[in-house]
């Protein structure tokens, strides 16, 4: 896996979200895998991870229900601003 910094990360989840967003959830999931593989080495860099932690269990939970929308407004909006703080 390549290294990935914030703001590339941040763009990964913003398109991820647009594809939840326009009902392509096959390849938003995949997305999402490839966005949380790239977060995972930057927890312990990250000044708000036990945030980061706690969202992301709600994200796949949300992905569970098939609550698109609400999983691309965590992915798009709550995740990236934790990731900037």
């Known amino acids: 896996m390549s290294n990935c910094t ?9 398109e991820t979200a647009h594809r ?11 997305r999402l895998r490839e966005c949380i593989d790239h977060l995972e080495p930057m927890l312990p860099t990250l000044q708000q991870a036990n945030q ?20 691309a407004d965590d992915l798009e909006y709550e995740l990236p601003r934790l990731l900037v703080s």
């Open 6 to 14: 914030v703001n590339t990360l941040i763009e990964k989840l913003i």
């Open 52 to 71: 980061v932690i706690q969202l992301v269990p709600l994200m796949l939970a949300a992905q569970e229900r098939h609550d698109w929308l609400g999983l």
């Open 20 to 30: 939840f967003r326009l009902g392509q959830e096959a390849e938003g999931s995949q």
